[in-house]
């Protein structure tokens, strides 16, 4: 049992690069969801997925595309990158249902530089 | 919509001095209250969790109570070690299901 696993752990882009960071899960959750952490801000909600083929919108989702065609992968999509996207990027899993107290399970973190 | 105010920090402790980081959120309904740890070059734990009022959460000598009357949640650890240096992050779960998170606070136990 992996957990919750992220691909790559470092990245260096250019601006105007394209690129997809990687986030799989193998605990059968439900609810996935892409987090930013920058300095003195906290974690900040991108995009989130309550199941297979539905997503939604988080905070800060603008530069950002997501999509969700199984249960276990959720890769977040840069388009086009910009220096503002630089970043460290947190990938988390959690079961759905009534219960209020599904632990969120975190990846390591993709840390991503765009000059 | 929901929010979490934590202490600013970086909170600068001797080994085995009391710890306290304030929590307060804003939501509608009952929210489920959780401190995250994320240790250096890390991802995020979790820490300890509280799903309604008076609910006490404790893990590795930290506790915190969920105080519906002050909306608070606030962290305490009676004697800390060097290894609890980390950021600490407050969260609640709202009724949309969404966790929002403090933006962290900074702690720093030295020998």
Known sequence: NAGVTQTPKFQVLKTGQSMTLQCAQDMNHEYMSWYR????????????????GITDQGEVPN???VS????????LRLLSAAPSQ????????RGA???PSYEQYFGPGTRLTVT | GDSVTQMEGPVTLSEEAFLTINCTYTATGYPSLFWYVQYPGEGLQLL?????ADDKGSNKGFEATYRKETTSFHLEKGSV????????????RGRDDKIIFGKGTRLHILP
């Not at chain 1, 969700?68 to 890769?75: I, K």
């Not at chain 2, 070690?81 to 609640?92: I, K, T």
């Open chain 1, 86 to 93: 630089t970043s460290v990027y947190f990938c988390a899993s």
């Open chain 1, 37 to 52: 952490q920058d300095p003195g801000m906290g974690l900040r909600l991108i995009h989130y997925s309550v199941g297979a």
């Open chain 1, 63 to 65: 530069g950002y595309n």
């Open chain 1, 97 to 99: 249902g009534a219960g």
């Open chain 1, 68 to 75: 969700r065609s199984t249960t276990e992968d959720f890769p």
């Open chain 2, 48 to 52: 300890l969790k509280a799903t309604k």
């Open chain 2, 81 to 92: 070690q060097v290894s609890d240096s980390a950021v600490y992050f407050c969260a609640l």
